[in-house]
């Protein structure tokens, strides 16, 4: 999958109808990040994960599900857990070591550690997956560039509408003809 600190993912998203499936309290959408720091045992790896909204009472319709995602952070964003391969909590250092070596992604219906009934299967659709760059907050760091850029092109739009004066503004070169 990648290096998402390299490319400073910012959110992950998808769209899911749940037509059938079977409902449990405590029940909520997950998303998982894994990575076996390239050896293929996870564990070895890493893995994150962050709990979403609840779907106890199971959604009806086409739902938008969306995880922010500081992948250039240098500690554990909040609202994420993070544990490695051998079930211990994990620290910053682990949180950038994976953002550089996702290998997998995937969503749970269910929260870590809950065991749910399994008495049917599960009719899903999915679509509209959506793994999106940071976008910056605005503040003094963005907001200041920006009104850098809109002051130069104001300036010069005044210079040209101050060179192109409208003509009956201007003096007439030759007198009217009588």
């Given at each position: 999958?990648?290096?998402?600190s ?10 899911l ?19 076996t720091?390239?050896t ?22 086409w ?14 964003p ?22 550089e070596?996702?290998e ?12 749910y009934?399994a008495?049917?299967?599960w009719?899903?659709?999915?679509d ?16 200041f ?8 092109v ?18 007439p ?6």
């Amino acid at each position: 999958m990648g290096n998402y600190s390299a490319q400073g993912i910012g959110r992950i998203g998808f769209d899911l109808d749940i037509f059938s499936g079977t409902q449990a309290p405590n029940r909520a959408i997950t998303l998982d990040l894994l990575t076996t720091l390239g050896t293929g045992d996870f564990s070895q790896g890493l893995e994150a994960y962050r709990i979403g909204r609840d779907i106890s009472t199971l959604p009806v319709g086409w739902k938008t599900y969306s995880f922010a995602l500081s992948a250039t952070s240098s500690s554990i964003p909040p609202g994420w857990a993070l544990l490695r391969g051998d079930g211990t909590p994990g620290t910053g250092a682990d949180w950038q070591r994976l953002m550089e070596n996702i290998e997998t992604i995937g969503f749970e219906l269910g929260k870590p550690g809950f065991a749910y009934p399994a008495l049917n299967g599960w009719d899903l659709g999915l679509d509209n997956v959506r793994i999106t760059e940071r976008v910056p907050e605005s503040g003094p760091g963005v907001m200041f560039p920006l009104t850098i850029v809109l002051l130069i092109v104001l300036r010069i739009l005044l210079r040209i509408v101050s060179f192109a004066k409208p003509v009956s503004m201007c003096q007439p070169d030759i007198a009217p003809h009588r």
